[in-house]
């Protein structure tokens, strides 16, 4: 049964965690810092990321992160080993994740591009960014910052409120 964790690991104590499970049982699944990533091509969610796992037992199968910016939060991705995938363990993850949001906005970008996963986070009351309509709390310049490096489609915002969020959860039960 996998179970999520209620701690927030910083980055080095869940790579740590993580790598120290991995590196001996599947050297594809071994991370490194979100900064030091080809994939991370702004500043956003490198600097002081904090993650949610899920274990299995004592084995770690996924992660979600986020990083605190003051006045809103940056997603810090979510992944999920392929042999756990389907299980909806991402799904519990994130949710978790914007429970944790509270009142403030967050922001993220989608860099896998498979329609499913835009999807994913639209129904949980994410919306495409628009920058004559950004969440109060998140400046505009980091929006910006976002859309040059992932693209205007790829970047989502989400805010405290939402209808289809509320919709998804009637929907879910």
């Given at each position: 049964?996998?179970?999520?964790?209620?701690?927030?690991?910083?980055?080095?104590?869940?790579?740590?965690?993580?790598?120290?499970?991995?590196?001996?049982?599947?050297?594809?699944?071994?991370?490194?810092?979100?900064?030091?990533r080809p994939t991370i091509k702004t500043s956003l969610s490198t600097v002081n990321p904090l993650f949610y796992v899920a274990f299995e037992g004592e084995i770690p199968v996924a992660y979600s992160g986020l990083e605190d910016n003051g006045s809103f939060y940056a997603s810090a991705g979510t992944f999920v080993v392929p042999e756990y995938q389907q299980l909806g363990i991402a799904g519990k993850l994130i949710d978790k994740k914007m429970d944790k949001f509270g009142s403030k906005p967050a922001i993220t970008f989608i860099n896998n591009l498979e329609p499913?996963?835009?999807?994913?986070?639209?129904r949980r009351g994410w919306e495409v960014v628009d920058l004559n309509n950004i969440p109060e709390g998140i400046p505009e310049k980091v929006v910006q910052e976002e859309i040059n490096a992932a693209g205007a489609e790829n970047v989502l915002v989400y805010k405290r409120g939402s209808i289809t969020k509320a919709w998804f959860n009637v929907l879910k039960r």
């Open positions: 049964m996998v179970r999520i964790s209620d701690t927030l690991y910083p980055e080095k104590q869940m790579l740590r965690l993580w790598n120290g499970y991995w590196k001996n049982n599947n050297k594809e699944y071994v991370k490194v810092p979100r900064r030091e499913y996963w835009k999807n994913f986070f639209l």
